[in-house]
């Protein structure tokens, strides 16, 4: 059996994190890490963890989630982003 792919929630409506997790938590093969709500706490997370995956929000306060997408793709290649 493979591997769970692993899924990290980067938004500051800590609601819709909530909703995200249970509805990938709902799938067999797939688990939901940590919810993350600002760009900086994406970057640490994505370096902690090593998500297969991170959905990320590009409306976040904060720091620009565009640059830390940017920083995470460079320094951690083999987690896939979804942008929204």
Do not use: K, W
Request: proline share 6%; charged share 25%.
């Amino acid at each position: 059996m493979t591997a769970p792919i692993s899924v990290l929630l980067v938004d500051d409506n800590r609601d819709l994190v909530l909703v995200l997790r249970a509805l990938i938590e709902a799938q067999p093969d797939m688990r939901a890490l940590e919810g993350v709500y600002d760009a900086r706490g994406f970057l640490d997370s994505v370096a902690r963890h090593r998500p297969s995956v991170a959905i990320v929000d590009l409306t976040m306060p904060g720091d620009c989630p565009i640059e830390a997408i940017r920083r995470a793709s460079e320094d951690h290649a083999d987690t896939r982003v979804i942008a929204y």
